[in-house]
């Protein structure tokens, strides 16, 4: 961050603020580095395609390419910078001299053939929820907490795609006034259950202008013009699956085992990217202006934030946005150390193909690009 950043913010938060340079470490150049070799397992589906997309428009060094997903798409060809790269179907030897291995292809998926990567030496960043929990499995999001990745064995875990938006919002607050109890409720896209999803919405929605009955095959509800609960199953304590782990990897993310969060997850007729409207309490006072030059500085964010033509985050607008919009920041009048404010974030990327590729790069640059080893799986 520049200087009079700093300055501005000061200025603003009134007191001297101490700035982690997380936003130049987070644009690196990838020009000039050694290649390497890259698998991606489930390359065919929705963060697989947007992993192709992001290795591309990142210039990531890329010697070779495997793409792996299931029996159906083998012979399948992907494009790769105009280069046309068959799929294969996941083998055991798939993993041969590959040095990074992006898997998301579903947490069984993992479960089976984590091990195999790491054993043929390849570095696993996992998308699924297999190994998110694990606690000697760094949980990363570079924006919240690079240093994990010190101390990882060959395995990195992404966090679910709505822990990862919600965290990059709260990390400079947090920082800032030390977070003390989260409420959040989330909008969900489509596209967060997977392709077929995304296509089930554009389905309905063409079969309703149509006059045509809706169809649900992926989703429990129709959700063309409609909006549910979490589609995963409610477990003993009363909270669905999306929502335990939007609090247990947030508590992971910040290393605050006890931190209290209330989710409500819900699905709503949004084809992709995720917003979340958010409560944040704070052990000290954070006003509207201070949390919005918080959040204007970090790394991995816009703010969005404008009242006089009332354009605040929207899912259409961070559709393609590697970074998380924020705005309608508010002050609780009642208590000056609690904020609201809502956020956009596209789920495919932030939550899932960006982080992954951000945390190789982050790996690259701090030279913990090793061959993996015997680890915690
Ligand atoms: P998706 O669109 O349904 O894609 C699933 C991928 O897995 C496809 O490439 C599929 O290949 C492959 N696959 C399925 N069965 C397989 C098998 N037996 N062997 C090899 N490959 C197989 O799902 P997605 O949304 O991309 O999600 C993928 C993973 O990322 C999941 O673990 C999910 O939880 C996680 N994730 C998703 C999001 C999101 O927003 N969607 C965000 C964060 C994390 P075929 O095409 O051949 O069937
Ligand atoms: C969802 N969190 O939107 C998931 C994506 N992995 O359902």
Redesign the pocket.
């Known amino acids: 961050m520049a200087k009079w950043q700093t300055r501005k913010l000061e200025v603003l938060v009134g007191k001297p603020v101490e700035v982690r340079l997380l936003s130049s470490a987070l644009s690196f150049s990838m020009a000039s580095l050694p290649s390497y070799n890259l698998a991606i397992?489930?390359?065919?589906?929705?963060?697989?395609?947007?992993l192709l997309r992001v290795l591309e428009r990142r210039q990531f060094p890329v010697r070779d390419l495997r793409l792996?997903?299931?029996?159906?798409?083998?012979g399948?060809t992907l494009t790769f910078q105009n280069r046309s790269i068959p799929?294969q179907?996941?083998t055991a030897d798939a993993f041969d001299d590959i040095d990074f291995a992006f898997?998301?292809?579903?947490?069984?998926?993992?479960r089976e053939?984590v091990p195999v990567a790491r054993q043929a030496g390849a570095i696993v960043i996992?998308?699924?929820?297999?190994f998110r929990m694990v606690p000697d499995v760094p949980l990363v999001v570079p924006e919240i907490n690079p240093e994990a990745l010190d101390a990882h064995q060959g395995l990195i875990a992404?966090?679910?795609?709505s822990a990862?938006i919600l965290g990059v919002a709260l990390a400079p607050l947090h920082r800032a006034a030390c977070l003390r109890r989260v409420v959040v409720s989330t909008y969900q896209?489509a596209?967060?259950?997977?392709?077929?999803?995304?296509q089930e919405l554009e389905d309905q929605a063409r079969a309703f202008a149509q006059g045509q009955p809706m169809v649900a095959k992926i989703f429990p509800h129709p959700i063309a013009f409609n909006v549910f609960s979490h589609n995963t199953p409610v477990a003993a304590n009363g909270f669905n699956e999306e929502e335990n782990k939007m609090v247990e990897e947030t508590r992971k993310l910040f290393s605050l085992p006890e931190l209290p969060i209330l989710p409500t997850c819900i699905r709503v007729p949004v084809l992709?990217a995720?917003s979340e409207s958010v409560t944040a309490e704070f052990a000290s006072p954070l006003s509207a202006a201070e949390a919005r030059a918080l959040l204007a500085a970090a790394p991995g964010i816009k703010v969005i934030d404008d009242p006089e033509n009332n354009t605040f985050p929207m899912p259409l607008r961070a559709s393609g946005d590697l970074d998380v919009h924020v705005g309608r920041i508010r002050q609780d009048p009642s208590d000056p150390r609690t904020l609201a404010f809502f956020v956009s974030g596209d789920?495919?990327l932030k939550?899932?193909?960006w982080n992954a590729v951000q945390i190789a790069e982050t790996l690259i640059h701090r030279g913990l690009a090793r061959k993996s080893s015997a680890g915690p799986v």
């Open positions: 397992v489930g390359a065919t589906g929705a963060v697989g395609l947007e792996l997903a299931s029996a159906r798409s083998a399948k799929v179907q996941l898997f998301s292809a579903g947490a069984t998926r993992s053939y996992d998308n699924s929820s297999a992404n966090p679910n795609c990862a896209s596209s967060g259950a997977g392709a077929a999803a995304m992709r995720h789920q495919l939550g899932a193909a």
